[in-house]
């Protein structure tokens, strides 16, 4: 068995849509970024690519490549997926929280669970979303970002 953490934080802007765990969430800003800018999946990512020892999202999707400027990052998971079926790993289970002073997430936590049950291959029952302010503190309480954390146990098959 095979541990791995991921962390990613993104900024608040104009004019873009707002994408968290593969959804698109109503709300006045998106999140600055490269790809659609998907803090969620890009901590699941990491968290993979951890737990197999194979470095960290942007050795695989370097924000200089111009051919994923705006990417669904569904698509990047999809290929993480991939490394860890070459790796032969399957999914122990997946704990992801997202911190977001606004807005709320809890009618969306279904369908991003569905999203990486589906991306990944997994039981819907192994992927646990739980979303959480930081009452008003920091960059996140303030509305500048939101952040996510991802833990995930992946196991030999």
Same mark, same amino acid.
């Given at each position: 068995?095979?541990? *791995?953490?991921?962390?990613?934080?993104? $900024?608040?802007?104009?004019?873009?849509? %707002?994408?968290?765990? *593969?959804?698109?969430? +109503?709300?006045? !800003? *998106? %999140?600055?970024?490269?790809?659609?800018?998907?803090?969620?999946?890009?901590?699941? $990512?990491?968290?993979?690519?951890?737990?197999?020892?194979?470095?960290?999202?942007?050795?695989? @999707?370097?924000?200089?490549?111009?051919?994923? !400027?705006?990417?669904?990052? /569904?698509?990047?998971? /999809?290929?993480? @997926?991939?490394?860890?079926?070459?790796?032969? @790993?399957?999914?122990?289970?997946?704990?992801?929280?997202?911190?977001?002073?606004?807005?709320?997430?809890?009618?969306?936590?279904?369908?991003?669970?569905?999203?990486?049950?589906?991306? %990944?291959?997994?039981?819907?029952?192994?992927?646990?979303? !739980?979303?959480?302010?930081?009452?008003?503190?920091? @960059?996140?309480?303030?509305?500048? *970002?939101?952040?996510?954390?991802?833990?995930?146990?992946? +196991?030999?098959?």
């Amino acid at each position: 068995m095979r541990i *791995g953490h991921g962390y990613d934080a993104h $900024c608040f802007v104009e004019g873009r849509p %707002l994408v968290l765990g *593969g959804v698109s969430i +109503s709300h006045s !800003k *998106g %999140l600055d970024g490269h790809s659609d800018a998907d803090v969620v999946i890009h901590a699941v $990512c990491d968290a993979l690519l951890g737990a197999m020892g194979l470095g960290d999202i942007g050795v695989y @999707f370097p924000n200089t490549d111009m051919k994923l !400027k705006d990417i669904d990052s /569904r698509v990047l998971l /999809r290929q993480i @997926f991939d490394l860890m079926k070459e790796n032969k @790993f399957i999914i122990g289970n997946l704990d992801i929280t997202i911190l977001a002073q606004e807005p709320k997430m809890v009618d969306y936590i279904p369908m991003m669970k569905e999203n990486f049950a589906s991306d %990944l291959n997994s039981s819907i029952s192994l992927i646990n979303i !739980k979303a959480t302010t930081t009452e008003g503190m920091g @960059f996140i309480g303030r509305g500048e *970002g939101i952040a996510a954390h991802a833990v995930v146990l992946l +196991s030999s098959n």
